[in-house]
């Protein structure tokens, strides 16, 4: 088989500071996924027993990828404050525990987020590009994605433009995502696809391939705005993504499944994923992500269980 | 060539040079399955007549567990004596309770055991891994449900067996002699038992002398149901014990899965006399993979075809015939994928392949790799540790297999592939049907059409689109050619227990 493959020359198109060229008409189409088969293929995943070292070692893994979440109208200042401290050392009892990855939120609190995280290394995520919808003129969106990274964001979290998508206008999917990437400099760029609004698997292969090529750092499912948010198997599709990816080039991308992720339970079950299907190299926070906000005190609640035999009341536990 | 060219050119393949490293940054802890609660007794006697009865002979066997090697319980010997005890018991139960009861009865008792089985299905799982070394999460999830659900589909035909061949009057055959294998030990019993009792008939059934004691539990599962005594009886014994089964001239029936050397010598033995027969014998399956498939989940269906039960499964993808132009990209995926697969203690809930059924069948499939490696096929073994003790391979395939080698055409009945590939469609259906068997093959294509048009050449009793290895009750199970006749589960499964007037 060929070496020369198409991830490989999309690659070599991108100089370290050329935008990558624009979407090519003669893209393969991706490989077919069976809806069936990859559904099946998580079930059988999510019967693996985790229990003991295991599941200790796994949760605490989960909250060093944890991308604290808060996006909403009523964020203040001294919400994002209590998150960052909440992510900085999310377990009283145990100062082994985390800190998390990231703290993500709206660009006008990334300031606030920079300055309580100031001396760690817990990264500030920025949504942008007219989150959540992304229904906005692309200048627009590249203005907010400028704006946020001068606001201190080490990473942005970008929405596609679904509608473009769905309307197999793939050539502007891919032209906005090249120019936000250009618009982050330095920046990690997580590429949010959606996949609650893209209907089929083989669209959600279809865009995770899009946003690989057009220069994402991770991709990532959801915005956390729209049900359903991150599925198990929608994962795993985007994984397998990663995957012919890595095969073709040997360049790794991130994976971020974010929302729905709610219990420890479901946490290891991502992960053991992720382990199965893209290995040790993937099972750390620069290349694995969840974003949560009500994850994190289920983990912390089975890790103090874990240390101490009995469960904690979830009052024991801050709510930030 | 012009720049546009060079780059329309390089996208179009999709490569797979680089390689992934599965290793030890976030192992599972052992998840061993708790035994304590199980019972399984020092001796185990015949059952016949609703009793438990010692050997004429006075002769017992030891069952031992292929991941320890360690002894589990000693098992009367039946012997020719004992095989017309139990098929006088049958005759009699069949006579004097069974053929005079109501379908809508029969079904009741039929009902009541698949109740039961799932009732006890935690424990039957674990003596059926520690007997057979099967990993518990098959015996957990499929063996034991499936048997299950046998019973209760059967239980459902049990009163309108003459709505299953309209306009004909039928009435059941008598006694049935079954023989079943050690791969599916207790699901086996399902598959002879449920249809013999629904149709009307009484039972003798022999388990396979490495794995009877998922057949004894159900024996006593049997007696709680409260059936009539004699209905089922259980012998067991070796070889020597079939063939006094088969060849008893009042057994009505015969009903044998296993390989089909044996086969053959049970349909001699028979020939003349005018017992019914029905064989389920050995496979080389064809699972043949196009470009244009679900590459990932075909390849997730290739691990399912034939690592599934340690490759003991007559209907496995054993033979995998692979597009030509994909070739290089599914075999570094499986590479890949072979990696993930957990080979160990099958009492384990993470272990993916179990311990192979026994000495002997370790010994063939060691030979049978050997004349593969010898025939110039290339061999690439799983890099998993294997425990020390019980019986274990790791799984293995070829590359480079020719379909006159050894290894492409015999049943290795181990978690061994031979990958061979083909260029045409037509070609696929060609190789595919080369092979002295037709139990079952596998076909993965994204175009629904294809899947028809093949699946109306192939020679196989068995074909699955999109999937592999799925079993369900209502859909019927046999084979082609020396793969053999009849056919087990929904209506057409009830003809093998029926005469059709």
């Not at chain 2, 017309?84 to 009541?112: S, T």
């Not at chain 2, 999937?467 to 003809?495: H, I, M, V």
Request: charged share 25%.
């Amino acid at each position: 088989m060929t070496q020369e493959s198409r991830g490989q020359s999309t690659l070599s198109r991108f100089g370290a500071s050329a935008r990558p060229a624009p979407y090519p008409l003669f893209y393969p189409p991706p490989p077919p996924v069976d809806q069936v088969a990859i559904e099946e293929r998580v079930a059988a995943l999510a019967k693996r027993s985790i229990k003991k070292s295991a599941k200790i070692a796994g949760l605490r893994l989960a909250v060093a990828m944890m991308d604290l979440t808060t996006l909403e109208g009523k964020d203040t200042p001294g919400k994002v404050r209590a998150l960052c401290r909440k992510a900085l050392s999310p377990l009283d009892s145990d100062s082994t525990v985390g800190p998390c990855a990231a703290i993500c939120v709206y660009p006008n609190l990334v300031p606030v987020a920079k300055q309580a995280l100031a001396g760690s290394k817990v990264k500030v995520a920025s949504v942008a590009t007219a989150f959540p919808s992304g229904q906005s003129p692309l200048p627009v969106k590249l203005d907010d994605t400028r704006r946020a990274v001068e606001l201190g964001a080490d990473e942005i979290d970008m929405v596609i433009d679904r509608g473009a998508m769905l309307a197999g206008d793939y050539a502007k999917v891919f032209d906005e995502i090249a120019a936000t990437k250009e618009a982050c400099g330095p920046a990690h760029l997580k590429v949010i696809l959606e996949t609650g609004e893209l209907g089929s698997y083989d669209v959600v292969r279809k865009a995770s391939e899009i946003g690989i090529a057009a220069g994402g750092d991770f991709i990532k499912t959801s915005t956390g705005k729209v049900t359903p948010a991150a599925t198990p198997a929608v994962t795993l599709v985007m994984l397998e993504a990663i995957r012919d990816h890595y095969y073709a080039t040997g360049r790794r991308i991130g994976m971020k499944p974010a929302g729905g992720v709610r219990t420890a339970k479901q946490a290891l079950h991502y992960l053991v994923i992720v382990k199965e299907t893209l290995g040790d190299a993937w099972l750390n926070p620069d290349l694995f992500r969840f974003g949560a906000s009500a994850l994190l005190n289920d983990v912390l609640m089975q890790l103090e269980k874990e240390r101490t035999g009995a469960y904690q009341a979830s009052e024991d536990f801050s709510k930030d | 060539m012009s720049k546009a060219l060079t780059k329309a050119k390089a996208s179009l393949g999709r490569g797979a040079g680089f390689a992934l490293d599965f290793g030890h940054a976030w192992d599972y802890a052992p998840a061993p399955e708790a035994t304590d609660h199980v019972k399984i007794a020092r001796r185990y006697e015949l059952f016949i007549g609703g009793a438990w009865r010692a050997p004429r002979s006075g002769k017992y066997f030891a069952t031992h567990s292929p991941s320890t090697e360690e002894k589990l319980a000693e098992v009367a010997e039946a012997d020719a004596r004992d095989v017309d005890d139990a098929v006088k018991a049958a005759r009699n139960a069949y006579d004097k309770y069974w053929k005079k009861m109501r379908g809508a009865e029969r079904a009741k008792y039929v009902f009541r055991i698949a109740r039961a089985i799932q009732e006890k299905a935690r424990e039957l799982a674990i003596v059926e891994s520690m007997d057979g070394g099967k990993p518990i999460k098959e015996s957990r999830d499929v063996d034991v449900p499936l048997a299950a659900a046998h019973f209760f589909y059967h239980g459902g035909w049990a009163d309108k067996l003459e709505y299953a061949f309209h306009g004909r009057r039928v009435r059941p055959l008598g006694v049935a002699g079954q023989i079943i294998p050690w791969n599916f030990p207790l699901l086996m019993a399902a598959w002879k038992i449920a249809p013999a009792l629904a149709c009307g008939n009484t039972v003798v059934l022999k388990p396979a002398e490495t794995t009877p004691l998922t057949a004894l539990f159900l024996a006593r599962i049997l007696e709680e149901c409260e059936l009539p005594p004699g209905v089922v009886n259980i012998v067991t014994g070796a070889g020597e014990t079939g063939a006094a089964l088969a060849g008893h001239p009042d057994v009505n029936k015969v009903a044998f899965t296993g390989s089909t050397e044996v086969g053959k010598r049970i349909q001699k033995a028979i020939a003349g006399s005018r017992k019914r027969l029905t064989l389920e014998l050995g496979g080389k399956a064809a699972n043949v993979i196009f470009a244009d498939a679900p590459i990932d989940q075909a390849v997730e269906g290739i691990i399912n075809g034939i690592y599934f039960n340690q490759g003991h499964v007559c209907c496995a993808g054993s033979r995998l015939l692979v597009e030509e132009s994909v070739h290089d990209l599914v075999v570094h995926k499986l590479r890949d994928r072979l990696a993930t697969l957990r080979v160990g203690d099958p009492l384990d809930k993470n272990t993916d392949v179990g311990a192979i059924n026994s000495k002997m069948q370790l010994e063939k499939i060691t030979e049978l790799v050997a004349a593969g490696e010898k025939e110039g096929a290339e061999r690439y073994s799983a890099p998993c540790k294997l425990p020390s003790k019980g019986y274990f391979f790791a799984p293995t395939f070829f590359t480079g297999v020719s379909q006159s080698s050894r290894i492409a055409r015999e049943e290795i009945f181990g978690p061994v592939l031979s990958i061979l590939t083909f260029r045409t469609p037509d070609e696929a259906v060609e190789k595919a049907n080369n092979t002295m068997y037709g139990l079952s093959a596998g076909i993965w294509t994204d175009k629904g059409a294809k899947i028809f048009w093949l699946a109306q050449k192939l020679k196989a009793g068995v074909i699955w689109g999109n999937t592999y290895n799925k079993f369900d009750a209502s859909s019927p199970f046999g084979g082609y050619k020396e793969s053999g006749f009849g056919r087990e589960g929904g209506r057409q499964g009830l003809g093998a227990y029926l005469e059709v007037e």
